[in-house]
Every structure is written in structure tokens, then in C-alpha cells.
């Protein structure tokens, strides 16, 4: 199902392509997230104009609404929400152990109440891979504990522990017609725990393998040293998927480090606050300074934001509160995630990788918090 | 600009047409409703597909923000929104007496406070087309005082006196190239008023004519009669625009008593709170006799969210609160309103309005609200 097409020369960054039940996804991929069935704001016909070959469902939150049911009666995921290309469901570990306040751990998964009504609900690998097959995503993930990134080193290793345990229950249950199961590798910034972890998983011989414990509120040298911890275990003939990660830039970089595979909130998210990505970085769209500025969020994009809108009309939207500036966003957000991807794409076909990673990431400017943590980092060393 | 094309012979309905600088509008039509530079949570490009020929804008929104600097020097209102078609602004009178809270009337127009931000504003007849004359909109309309409907006939009567004073003054004001300025009658469900605002306004000879105060919390009853007790006075030759109106039905019957032109919010003001229009009413999409209900809003219906979404995902996405519901509800009540009036034509066109009428008003359910204010107009007679 993983064919790697090209490996790069300087770096561990990989061309590659990924078939599925519903088609063809190039790698590497930024896939965007559609937890409860939508991409938020986005509908899939701009969603297919973006070039998004393969979305994010999330088991925990189409459990609880619209519930299995009815997506069972309407024929599956793709089918009810209208998104004929891969989907990718995430099993609802992150959610079960970051949104659901009262939880006890149990052998076989984790009871807990919903984030919603406070009902009583039950979460395992059985019930994951279950409510997965079900949705007849194209791509389930196996069951996990994710600890926050400043777990006791004790709960890292039971984690661990259970996330191992879990991950064989996930590889026993049944499918749905040619579902592909990856393995999620735990342990925090732990070497120890990483590849035992990853060793573990990878023994399972799982369709890819992704790597979780990121985008857990961790400083980026943490999110970078857990991957790097990670890699060097993982088979090169699988596809690598780095859970919720991340910028332009990171997801730049965690391709030169091997991963082929990026989900994140982010485009549509800081869409809602104004907030616009471009090659150099990100830039409030409210701020005054656009208030007369008609160029598109970015000279020379494609989207159909940039295509239509000036900076100074999407300010004004914006302001008032107009529904179409936070859409606008989101379009052009999430087609820059998409093109930088496909960039990356074209540049390791080229054989350019390396010149496109200095110069991307050269012109980036991150936020204010990845350079403290970056600058804090260093001082360590 | 107007031109007549043929009534019909049962009624007082007109197929008409009217050109304006950028482009034709055929009539009867429906003008959805961008107040604030956007037809809340849809895009220019679904506003084309679902064959939207003119939008509105409104002077005083627009003029507060983003301001007339930014729509001067974007180049006018249509560049500033990307809409190249016609569009047609409101005078900003109705926003004066309905939105801001402190107000003075004087002679050549209102002092009143932003309901925004408290600042001092006054909007008069020469503000007001001059703002207009700005945004260069197709059809300016003329500032006029709407008073609510169950204002004492004093105040009828000085509002009607002020719109005729105030329409004389708004004539003689420059106007962008090719700037179509219409005039508002008002005068409540008075019928001495209404005559003699009509046969005042209507001497100004403007190009158009509109029925004002109604849309004004008045009952479905009186809202007729306020328009058939103006509709006489107007010339054959000019087109009559039916403010702030209506439902589905309500246009039908409007255009059945000589009306050509409509606007109104309720297409994406509902579509918020999860009502969609249909052709035998309006239905809440949140109900849970939809949660695996998979057909569309509206069979046979050619709109975006009708060809590509089943009620069941609507109901979702309107119950989690993902925008991509309430987009596609404002598509599909917008495309509706358009296309009742694109059906209403094509009838005109054929000579079938009569039919048309009876058996699309006889399939209409309309709200309780309505209903109830039929039922006790029925009993006063």
C-alpha cells in the first residue's frame, strides 16, 4: 500500500505514494481535519480545488454525534459527508484522554464520560477499531494512551505500556474492505521508551506507523527530539505519520527528518482569529496596517481567496464579523499547507529538496513562541 | 432603464427589465442581501451560480466600516467586494430610525450616535448620496424617515413629510456615472398618506420607485394593504421595489399586485438558526426527524447544498456547530428565493402567472406567525 518512490540524498525525506481503498494519496501529504465530518468552513468541492487528495474524520467525535447509526445507514463516512477520496480516521485516544474530564483506565480501554452530556461511554481497541470499521475509513489508527508532553516519567511508561498492549488488541479486530491499520509509537522525549515502543509496534508488521505523544503542548526542540528518537525504528517500506504537526516550516523539516504524513488544526483555527499563513510566516489579518492594502493575502497564490479578495476586504470582513472572512482563511490557509506540500513534492522529484528546505524555512519567520522555546533550547546546550 | 416587457392579463404582474451600469436585471427579482460588503456566508461565486443578478449594500453600515476612504480608494463598492454585477444601496434612513439609539431629526437630515461605538454621525439626504455616490452603486435609493408600524399617525405624518421634503433633496445631489436614483413612499397603512407621499415622489420623476415601511413588524394584512394602497399611484414605467420583503409566498403575491423588485434577510438570517425555505414552507433542518433523513432539503431542488448534502449531514453539521450547515442552508434559501422569481418570470413569460400563483401559494405553508395574523384580519372584517 506504501510505495516509496525516491529517497533524497542529503536528507531522510522520501517520495512516495500511498494507496487506498478510495485512491491514490502522494507523499509527502498534509491532510486536512475534518473532526466531526467537515473541514471547518471548507466544502469538499473547495477542499478538491485545493488539492487535498485525502481528509481526517475523528472516531471519538462522530461516535458521540452524529453517532454510528446514522452514518451506518447512510453508508459510511464518505458517503455522508460526501468526500468520494481517502479519509483517514484518528481512533479517539487523544480525545479520551485531552477532552474527557473524568476517566478511569482500564485493561481493555478507558471509561469515561462524554465532553458533551456527561454520559457514561467505554473506549478500547475493540471499541475503536469497531467504530472505525464502521466509518469505513481508508486509513485507521490503532488505539493509544497520549500523555501530556509533561507526564511523570512513570505515567510515559504505562502509557506506553498500555499503548503496545492496545495496539495487538487493534491488530486482531476486523476491517472494514481494505482499511489500512497504522501503529501509533508513544514515550514522550524518552529514548528508551520511544524504541521499545516503536520496536514493539513495528513488530505488529501494521500498515504505516504514526508517531503520537506531539502536538501535546510540547516547545518544538521537545517536538523534534521525540521524532528523532522515534525514525530510526520505523521501516522504511511503511508510511510515517507525525500526529497534529504542524507549521509550513516544521512540517518542512520533519520531512527532512523522514515523515510522510502531517494532519493539524492550524489553517482553519487561526483562520476563526484572523490569522493567515504565508511563506514567511504568519500575519494578522485584522491589524490595520491592511486596511487600504489591496493586494491577496499572498502575491502569487492560487487559492481561491487570493485569486478573488484583497487583504483590505478580508480586514474589513473580518471586523464585522462576516462569515466569509474566517471561510476566505481557512481556503487560503489550508491551500498553502497543501501547496507547500506538493512543493515538497516536486522538489525531491527534481532533486531539490535540500535547496527548497533552506530557502523555505530561511524566509519563514515562526511566532514568537516557537523562537523562545527554539532560543531556550540553545541556552541549554 | 426600466423597460416594460409585458403584464399579465389577470393580474397586476409585470415582466420587466432594467439596465443599469453594470448589467441587466431582469424583474421580477429577488436581490439577496449584503449589508456590510457580503451576503452573509456566501461567496461571490455560489452568489453567481445560483443566478443572483444584483445584491444590495447598505450606506450606513458601509459608510461606518470599513469607511469611504477604503471603498474610494479600493475603486467603488463593486471592486472592493469583487461583485462587477449590479448592486443597489440603501439609503441607510431605515438603519437611522431602527439602529441608532439617540437621535435628532432636523431639517436636512438626523444626528444620531453610532450604534457601534457611540461617535457622532448625521446622515441626510446629501450625506446620503453622496456616500452612495462613493460606493457608485446602480441604484442609489433616496434618504427617507421609516417609522415603525404602529407609529401615531403624527409621526406618520411627519416622516412622510420629511421622505418627500428629503427625496426633492436627494434628487438634486450629484451622482456617480450612471447612477440610478430611486424614491421611497412611506405613509404606514394610511391611505390618504400614501397617495399623496406616492403622487410626490412619483413627480420628482426618479427611476424607480419603492414601497417603504413595511418590513417593519407590521402583520402580513397590513403589509398588503400598505402596498396596494400605494401600487396605484406609481407609473407603469418606472420599476417598484417592495422593501425589506418577503417570504417565498409573500413575493408571489407582491408580484401578483404589481411589484418587481424584492430584497430581504431572512434567506441567511434562518439559515443561522437551521430553518431552510422550501417550496411548501420552511422546516427546521435541527429536527430530529432528519437525523437519517437522506434526501435533500428539496427534491428536484438544482441548488449547491441540495446536489451535494442529505438533510441527515446538514442536521449534523448544524448540531455540532460546524459553519459548512449554516453556509449551505443560506446557499439553498438563497438559491430559492432566486429561483421562485426566476419560475415567476418564466410563468409571466409563458402566461401562466395565474396558475403559477394559485398552485405555489396553495402549497405554501406559511409560518404560524403569519397564519395568525391572517386568521385575525379575517375576523375583523
Known amino acids: 500500500m506504501f510505495e516509496l518512490i525516491k529517497t533524497d540524498a542529503s536528507t531522510k525525506a522520501r517520495l512516495g505514494r500511498i494507496t487506498t481503498a ?24 473547495e477542499l478538491r480545488e485545493m488539492g487535498a487528495q485525502i481528509i481526517l474524520g475523528n472516531t471519538y467525535h462522530l461516535n458521540i454525534r452524529p453517532g454510528l447509526d446514522i452514518i451506518r445507514a447512510a453508508g459510511g463516512l464518505h458517503r455522508f459527508i460526501n468526500w468520494p477520496a ?60 497520549c500523555p501530556p508532553h509533561d507526564a511523570p516519567a512513570k505515567d510515559q511508561r504505562l502509557a506506553v505500556e498500555r499503548t503496545m498492549r492496545w495496539a495487538r488488541e487493534c491488530r486482531e479486530q476486523p476491517r472494514a474492505s481494505g482499511q489500512l491499520v497504522f501503529g501509533i509509537v508513544q514515550g514522550g522525549s524518552n529514548a528508551a521508551l520511544r524504541e521499545e515502543c516503536a520496536k514493539t509496534i513495528v513488530a505488529l508488521e501494521l500498515d504505516g506507523y504514526a508517531i503520537g505523544g506531539v502536538s501535546v503542548g510540547e516547545p518544538e526542540p521537545e517536538m523534534m527530539k521525540a521524532l528523532e528518537l522515534t525514525e530510526p525504528f520505523l521501516p522504511v517500506d511503511r508510511a510515517r505519520y507525525a500526529m497534529g504537526l504542524g507549521t509550513p516550516a516544521q512540517m518542512v523539516e520533519l520531512v527532512a527528518r523522514g515523515m510522510d504524513m502531517f494532519d493539524c488544526v492550524l489553517p482553519t483555527r487561526v483562520a476563526r482569529n484572523g490569522t493567515a499563513f504565508t511563506r514567511k510566516g504568519a500575519i494578522g489579518v485584522k491589524g490595520g496596517s491592511y486596511k487600504a492594502d489591496f493586494r491577496p493575502i499572498e502575491d502569487g497564490c492560487g487559492c481561491f481567496a487570493c485569486q478573488h479578495f484583497t487583504r483590505a476586504y478580508l480586514r474589513h470582513l473580518l471586523n464585522v464579523d462576516e462569515i466569509l472572512g474566517l471561510r476566505m482563511l481557512s481556503v487560503h490557509n489550508s491551500h498553502l499547507f497543501l501547496k507547500v506540500m506538493a512543493d515538497v513534492r516536486a522538489a525531491l522529484a527534481a532533486g531539490t529538496f535540500a535547496e527548497f528546505r533552506r530557502e523555505f524555512v530561511a524566509s519563514y519567520v515562526p511566532s514568537r513562541k516557537v523562537l523562545s522555546a527554539r532560543e531556550a533550547a540553545a541556552l541549554e546546550r
Not at 22 to 45: C, E, F, L
Not at 88 to 106: C, E, N, P, W, Y
Open 86 to 145: 481517502p479519509i483517514l480516521t484518528d481512533s479517539g485516544g487523544f480525545q479520551v484522554f485531552s477532552l474527557a474530564k473524568i476517566r478511569k483506565i482500564k485493561q481493555h480501554g478507558v471509561e469515561f464520560r462524554s465532553h458533551l452530556d456527561g454520559s457514561a461511554l467505554f473506549l478500547g481497541p475493540k471499541e475503536a477499531m469497531e467504530i472505525q470499521r464502521t466509518l469505513g475509513s481508508d486509513i485507521a489508527m490503532a488505539f493509544d494512551e
Open 22 to 45: 478510495h485512491g491514490v494519496v502522494d507523499t509527502p501529504v498534509y491532510m486536512p481535519v475534518g473532526t466531526q465530518g467537515s473541514v471547518k468552513a471548507i466544502d469538499p468541492r
